[in-house]
């Protein structure tokens, strides 16, 4: 399926297919069939144990073997694919597309989390007028399309939200409530001491490393007072209370493999940098000169490396796109990258290799979003299918790593695919 795409400019130049499963265990690609031509009216899988359990991918590639075209489903369990008819979504790489099908009603700064591989749900964000505000919406990627009826937000007012097995944790500026999306069952959570909801309300949802841990980091608001809360959340159940070295006002964070959580700009005068080490509770300050960014994003480039982007500085400028070593001891200068061609605030950014990355942002005098690819070398505006503003985004489980699906000012869920 090609969604709202036309499916002749989807597939245009594409010559051959390669279908292969990924074992959702091991992470082993499983080749299926190596090439297939296209077009074609049918592909022969092959024979695949029953019991396997992964995800069918099919990639396109040009007459010169360079890959154009991906889709994945989800994770299955390949015996429950007997006799059914399975969609597959596929796109064009480095480039949006629209997912098949539409939610019910746009929201602007939605909050976003993806449910088992295999649902996107979307909550809280400005809803237009008439809306109820605790309505929510649920989009299956297997079936790749929107589910009737989910269940309500137990706080409508919700300014934060994580996803941690099948509970999803609303958070505004009073509590915090758990909403039991197997079961349509809300509770109040009761925190530990050391910070309050308040502390947190507003933070983006940061996803740690393979254990599965989930960070609302109060220091990425851009509303409310400065804060050093992050409030974690293990997929055992575990609640915890961390504390940064320094308050933080639209600070930029991501996890960083045997890192942490780094924090980078939100104050004038902190350290531009800081990490909370993987069994840590408290942030570290790091060498690196102050930075009063607000409204920027960070991902993880490999090893101990981040980049920054996006954002805006005091006087109103872009700080740049550049790389930095939280692991700088001393004289850290960071490395550029291109520059982007405007200031984009309420920045995310996804990185699919060391040397490249996709930036969503908006920018300040109309709220519209752009995403720009970027590497060292160059930043290039991806274009858009739908009228995107005050958009959020997501780690899409339909694409490689640095894929992402974006929500935002649009009844539309778009989706990108880095370059391979």
Known sequence: ?????DAGTTFAGVTTLQVDWVDSTTGQKNNLVQS???????????DVSLTALGQIEVTGLDANQNT?????????????????????????????????????????????????????????????YGQDPGATELYDLGGLSTLPQPPPSPLPDAESMAIV????FFVDTQSVVSLDLSSNTAAAVTLPSGATPADIAGGATIQGGSD????????????????????????????????????????????????????????????GVEVVGPLATTGIPTAWPADATTGGAATALGGSTVLLAGGILPSGSDPGVRAVDVSCAAGCKPVPWAP?????????????????AVVVGSDLPSGASHVFAVTSTSATEVPQKAALSAVRVVPSPLGPVGSLLLVGGSVEVESFLPQP
Not at 36 to 46: F, S
Request: proline residues 7%; charged residues 10%.
């Open 1 to 5: 399926m090609t969604g709202g795409e």
């Open 36 to 46: 297939a031509p296209y077009p074609a009216t049918t592909i022969d899988l092959g």
């Open 68 to 128: 154009i075209l991906f889709g994945s489903t989800i994770p299955y369990q390949f015996s429950s694919l007997d006799s059914i008819v399975t969609p597959l979504f596929v796109q064009r790489t480095g480039a949006l597309a629209r997912l098949p099908g539409a939610l019910s009603a746009s929201r602007s700064f939605p909050l976003l989390g993806v449910l088992g591989s295999e649902y996107l749900f979307v909550a809280g964000g400005l809803s237009p």
């Open 165 to 168: 097995n099948t509970m999803a």
């Open 212 to 271: 599965g841990a989930q960070f609302i980091v109060g220091a990425t608001r851009t509303a409310h007072e400065a804060t050093d809360a992050v409030l974690r959340m293990d997929t055992d159940g575990g609640i915890s209370w961390l504390t940064l070295a320094a308050p933080r006002w639209g600070a930029a964070a991501t996890w960083v493999d045997n890192e942490g959580l780094v924090v980078a700009g939100g104050s004038e005068s902190a350290p």
């Open 340 to 356: 982007l061609p405007m200031p984009l605030s309420w920045a995310s950014a996804a990185a699919s290799t060391s040397l490249a």
